[in-house]
């Protein structure tokens, strides 16, 4: 661990996307520049980062476990619509991957400059955009994600943690991630898992387009109604669905939020048995609720008992410019500030705003009144601050406004 003391009150945190920083910046960032990156953060006073090791299904760092992301043929050749962005960040990454393992170099300079290291795992995200980076997993147990309520169709990548088999292959991950020396582990319900039938739809657009005009599609355009209308109608796994029944004598429904609060209880489960790894370890478990998708019940989530029962840490809570706003959290989430325990303000910086505009959006969003509920702000993503280096005053302007209010 980094060793570095702290009761994690105001703490900076610094979420990196490592796939992104490869992909988007020039030149190749290894060592060298991952240091120069770290020893900014510690003059800038980031306290921790979260290290995104998850590409989709696959795992960026050198995993013993099956499913590294350069470790099989990937097949980014046979798509040639794709050439503009998958192939060469994949052939980037596969030069980087055999020349270090990048996940031993950012907890190594993680510790050197005194920040905490947290690898950082989505745990609903195990097929992504296309076939090419499905997990073995799911590739081998198609059934193991999401079932449609009734019908044999599954939201392929959207892990069932009702199956023990993906539990163990989770805390699998997790205690490899661990081995590491962190200081603990983020894991995420960020997802880029696509409702059924997109995925193929994508992928023969891709056949003989560049990905850049996907975006420009209804298919595309049509995303955010494809979610609403898979919501309450995905998670009708056959263990949970018959346990429910032997428990209650009824038949779980869409709107029965007995059925998705009793369907929450499997990831508490899993959590729970994470965190009692991640003790042995001397580690953390973070948590955080990242509602991008729209895919999650609202009852599905039980973050109080989360709390309360100290299953997880700390909360980084998505209170972003995409999301939602202090009069929703105190209306919706009100469990959120009247119970004990860690919690982070997850806030994203894009690069389409300047950093007025950002401030602008933030000071009127009204957020600034509840920034010294929490214990800490988290900023999302690394890459952007580096493209974009005037968007630095945004992250001050965060700081400064929790202080006044603390």
């Given at each position: 661990m980094s060793?570095k003391?702290s009761?994690?009150k105001?703490d900076?945190t610094m979420?990196?996307?490592?796939c992104?920083?490869?992909?988007?910046?020039?030149g190749?960032?290894?060592e060298?520049?991952i240091?120069?990156?770290?020893?900014?953060?510690a003059?800038?006073g980031?306290?921790a980062?979260?290290?995104?090791v998850?590409?989709?299904?696959k795992?960026l760092?050198?995993?013993?476990l099956?499913?590294?992301?350069t470790?099989e043929?990937f097949?980014?050749?046979?798509?040639?619509g794709?050439?503009d962005?998958?192939r060469?960040?994949f052939?980037?990454?596969?030069?980087?991957?055999?020349?270090m393992?990048p996940?031993?170099v950012?907890s190594r300079l993680?510790?050197?400059h005194?920040?905490r290291f947290?690898?950082w795992?989505?745990i609903?995200?195990?097929a992504?955009f296309?076939r090419?980076t499905?997990?073995?997993l799911?590739?081998?147990?198609p059934?193991y994600?999401?079932?449609?309520?009734?019908k044999?169709v599954?939201f392929?990548?959207?892990t069932?943690y009702a199956y023990?088999e993906v539990?163990?292959?989770r805390?699998?991950?997790?205690?490899?991630m661990?081995e590491y020396g962190c200081?603990?582990?983020?894991?995420c319900?960020?997802?880029?898992?696509?409702?059924?039938?997109w995925?193929?739809?994508?992928?023969k657009?891709?056949l003989?387009h560049a990905n850049?005009e996907w975006?420009k599609?209804p298919a595309?355009r049509k995303?955010?109604?494809?979610?609403?209308?898979?919501?309450?109608?995905?998670?009708?796994d056959?263990?949970?669905v018959?346990?429910?029944?032997?428990?209650?004598?009824?038949?779980?429904q869409?709107d029965?939020?007995?059925w998705w609060?009793f369907r929450g209880?499997?990831?508490v489960?899993?959590l729970?048995k994470?965190?009692t790894?991640a003790?042995?370890?001397k580690?953390?478990i973070c948590?955080g609720?990242?509602?991008?998708t729209?895919?999650?019940?609202?009852e599905?989530f039980?973050?109080?008992?989360?709390?309360?029962e100290?299953?997880?840490d700390e909360i980084?809570?998505?209170a972003?410019?995409?999301f939602c706003?202090?009069a929703?959290?105190?209306?919706?989430?009100?469990?959120?500030?009247?119970?004990p325990?860690?919690?982070?303000?997850?806030h994203t910086v894009?690069?389409a705003?300047?950093a007025?505009?950002?401030?602008?959006g933030?000071?009127?969003?009204?957020?600034?009144?509840f920034?010294?509920?929490f214990?800490?702000?988290?900023?999302?993503?690394?890459?952007?601050?580096?493209l974009?280096p005037?968007l630095?005053?945004f992250?001050e302007?965060?700081r400064?406004?929790?202080?006044?209010?603390s």
């Open positions: 060793g003391k009761n994690h105001n900076l979420a990196i996307d490592y992104d920083m490869i992909a988007f910046l020039d190749v960032f290894d060298e520049p240091n120069r990156l770290f020893g900014e953060y003059e800038r980031i306290t980062v979260q290290w995104r998850s590409v989709f299904g795992l760092y050198r995993s013993k099956g499913d590294m992301y470790a043929p097949g980014a050749d046979d798509v040639p794709y050439a962005t998958i060469e960040s052939y980037k990454t596969k030069t980087l991957m055999e020349k393992d996940m031993e950012a993680c510790r050197k005194g920040i947290y690898p795992l989505t609903y995200d195990d992504g296309h090419m499905w997990s073995n799911i590739r081998k147990h059934e994600c999401w079932k449609e309520f009734d044999d599954y392929h990548g959207t069932s023990p539990v163990e292959y805390l699998a991950q997790i205690k490899e661990l200081d603990g582990v983020y894991l319900t960020r997802s880029h898992s696509r409702p059924p039938g995925t193929d739809e994508y992928m657009f891709l003989t850049a975006p599609t595309s995303l955010s109604e494809m979610f609403a209308a898979c919501k309450d109608r995905f998670g009708f056959p263990p949970a018959e346990a429910y029944r032997n428990k209650t004598g009824l038949d779980p869409p029965d939020v007995n609060k209880g499997y990831l489960d899993f729970k994470a965190k790894l003790t042995r370890f580690s953390e948590f609720p990242y509602h991008e729209g895919m999650y019940p609202k599905f039980d973050w109080k008992r989360m709390l309360d100290k299953i997880v980084h809570f998505g972003t410019d995409n706003g202090s929703e959290v105190d209306v919706e989430y009100p469990w959120l500030f009247n119970t325990g860690r919690k982070s303000y997850f894009k690069s705003k300047s007025a505009d950002h401030i602008k933030f000071d009127a969003s009204g957020n600034a009144q920034l010294n509920r214990d800490g702000i988290t900023v999302f993503e690394a890459y952007i601050l580096v974009h005037e630095w005053q992250v302007h965060l400064k406004t929790a202080s006044k209010t």
